[in-house]
Each structure stands twice: as C-alpha cells, then as structure tokens.
C-alpha cells in the first residue's frame, strides 16, 4: 500500500505532462528540448552529486551482477526470436535491443520518488551497470542482424553519455573520499533539484495511449517478455545474491521500466527495424503502468 500512495504523485506528474502535451503546450520541440535538457544536463547533475555523497549501505557489486545477468539472460531470449515465423532479421536486432534496454529518467524520477536520496543513489549503481551492457548487446545485436554494415566503432559513443560519464564522476569522488566544495555542491543541488518533475512530465508528454490499438501480435507478445521478463530475472538473482530492502526494490523498478526511447535512433541508425521499435516503445511505456506495480506486488515489494 505504500508504494501504490508513493505512486500516486508520480502517477498525476506524468498525467499532467501528458495532458499538456495534448494541449500543445509546449510544442513538441519544447518537449524535445525538456528531454534533451534532462539527458545531458539536469539528471548527470543529480547522479553525480547523490553518488559523491552517498553511504552505501550494501555493496553495489550484487547489484550490477543482477542486472547484467538479467540482461544477458534477456539477450538469449531476444535471439529467439528467430523462431517466430516469418520474422525479418532487423526486427530480431531490434526485439534484442528492447530487452535490453530501460528507461533511465523514469526509474530515476520514481526510485527518487519513493525512496529519497538512497533511491537515486542506488539507481546510479543501476545506471553504470546497465547502460553500457545495453549498448554493446544492443550494438553486437544490430551487427549480426542488421540490414547495413557498422562502418564507425560506436562503443566510443560509451564515452560520450552523459549517464555514464555522471555515474564515473560520482563515484570515483565517493570512493576517493573527497568532499564536493560548498559552493559546487549547492550548483548541482540547485539543477538537480528540476530533473525528477522534469523527466516525469516529459514521460508524461512522451506517452502514447493509442499505442495498444497499433500493436500487433508480435509487439504486444514481445513487449509483455521484456516487462514481465527483465524484473523477474533480475529480482530472482538479486535475492540469490542476498540484495534486499530498498536495494531491491530499486533494482525492481529499474529493470520493469520500459525500454529506452532512444532506442529508435539507434535501431534506425544501425540498420535495426525502426518502425517496429518505435512500436515496441510505444506498447511498453503504455503497458508499463500496469506491470510495474504488478511486478512490485508478485513479489512482495509492495
């Protein structure tokens, strides 16, 4: 029950974000330029500072273990995609690339949310073990099963995400011990403090309700497998390895998010099926709210 009231906030964030977009205000671009604000400014901001001042009560390497090894786990199963009849190879690049993925702001904006400071400091354990190991799956996916040769390296593009360059900054300062200076601490206080109802009415604006309606069989099915797949794996190796409390929690929310938008640049960029990623995103942000509390319930994180 509370998470469900910890929800509701979130919930009515990501509504009216939603119902402005519907209203055109701000215009489409705007709410591009709010995305794109958060991604490479407002949310490395958050993440360095929470990770550069954050007592980790339980060691992140059980964490990240989870995670990945839900992510490889999920990579197999999007290599059997190959089975489904008559399926083109660039979509199984892309069923790859979905499985792996995750939306980064939502899991920050609601691990923030519920959990505080501890919250987003345990999300950015999640986020410098999972957006590298999505982005070489998702790249070596596309290789095998694209429609066009890679002719530049893009695991230099590891380098470049802002994401992961945060989470290196932040927790190379907690583990040197360092002390973040007053006045650069309260800089990114002060911009941070924007990211979480920024991101979540961007992925209120971003929403696609008629996205049920559009999918086929096919989106629908694989949707569900990544929803559904990617939090049971990595809960059930989480407790394996001994993760609890709020630790686990987050790991819940991080892996039963959706996959990741930009995930449709990259299918598109590299020769993946690009219209049905833009599908497979669409169902899942729609889908997600429904089995992200479900996920929490099945297995009493509620």
């Known amino acids: 029950m509370t998470f469900v009231l910890a929800l509701l906030p979130v919930i009515a964030i990501v509504s009216i974000g939603h119902f402005l977009a519907r209203r055109n205000s701000p215009p489409a671009e705007g709410w591009r330029a709010i995305e794109r604000l958060c991604y490479v400014l407002l949310f490395p901001c958050l993440i360095i500072r929470v990770l550069a001042n954050a007592p980790f009560e339980q060691s992140p390497w059980p964490i990240a273990a989870a995670l990945i090894g839900a992510q490889l786990l999920m990579t197999v199963a999007g290599h059997g995609a190959r089975l489904w009849p008559g399926i083109r190879r660039a979509t199984v690049g892309s069923i790859i690339q979905s499985n792996v993925r995750w939306n980064t702001f939502v899991a920050l904006s609601l691990a923030g949310t519920l959990y505080g400071?501890?919250?987003?400091?345990?999300?950015?354990?999640?986020?410098?073990?999972?957006?590298?190991?999505?982005?070489?799956?998702?790249?070596?996916?596309?290789?095998?099963?694209?429609?066009?040769?890679?002719?530049?390296?893009p695991f230099l593009e590891l380098f470049r995400n802002p994401l992961v360059l945060a989470c290196l900054i932040g927790g190379l300062i907690n583990a040197s011990g360092l002390v973040l200076p007053a006045v650069i601490d309260r800089v990114l206080e002060t911009l941070a403090a924007a990211a979480l109802a920024l991101g979540l009415l961007a992925a209120g604006a971003g929403l696609d309700l008629g996205a049920l309606r559009r999918s086929g069989v096919p989106t629908l099915c694989w949707s569900l497998v990544r929803l559904l797949g990617l939090p049971a794996l990595a809960i059930a190796s989480a407790r394996s390895l001994g993760v609890d409390g709020v630790s686990l929690a987050v790991i819940a929310i991080a892996a039963a998010t959706p996959t990741a938008t930009n995930g449709y640049i990259l299918a598109r960029q590299l020769g993946g099926d690009a219209p049905f990623m833009a599908n497979l995103i669409a169902t899942q942000t729609v889908l997600a709210a429904i089995t992200m509390p479900l996920v929490m319930w099945s297995f009493g994180l509620l």
Do not use: C, W
């Open 117 to 153: 400071e501890e919250g987003i400091a345990l999300t950015a354990v999640a986020a410098a073990a999972m957006i590298p190991t999505a982005n070489v799956i998702s790249i070596l996916g596309f290789s095998q099963y694209g429609d066009r040769e890679i002719k530049r390296h």
